[in-house]
Nanobody, 124 residues
């Protein structure tokens, strides 16, 4: 059984940094695209960033470009989301997801595997 487990969320102040982790158990991320999404209360789940595991290409939402960095550690089968210069509007539950490469990367429906989510709260 494949599981994605996120960690690293928390409560921080505006301008602080957090690093989220997404570890896969039961299989590797080979040939997958791994993405981070977030969902704030009352809002739809939105794309944050993604990385193609095999090639390492990265993609970002405009709202986080220049502040967030997605990366991977092949040996640990783990994807990271480094979040710097956090803003109150970044407050949400952050989800890690894995899906096939040849799909629309910003659509949640393109990802078949999801983690349980980790809360990120940024106070002003």
């Amino acid at each position: 059984q494949v599981q994605l487990v996120e960690s690293g969320g928390g409560l921080v102040q505006a301008g602080d940094s957090l690093k989220l982790s997404c570890a896969a158990s039961g299989r590797t991320f080979n040939n997958y695209r791994v993405g981070w999404f977030r969902q704030a209360p009352g809002k739809e789940r939105e794309f944050v960033a993604a990385i193609s595991w095999s090639v390492g290409n990265t993609y970002y939402a405009d709202s986080v470009k220049g502040r967030f960095t997605i990366s991977r550690d092949n040996a640990k089968n783990t994807v990271y989301l480094q979040m710097n210069s956090l803003k109150p509007e970044d407050t949400a539950v952050y989800y890690c997801a894995a899906g096939a490469v040849m799909t629309v990367l910003t659509r949640p429906g393109s990802y078949a595997l999801w983690g349980q989510g980790t809360q990120v709260t940024v106070s002003s």
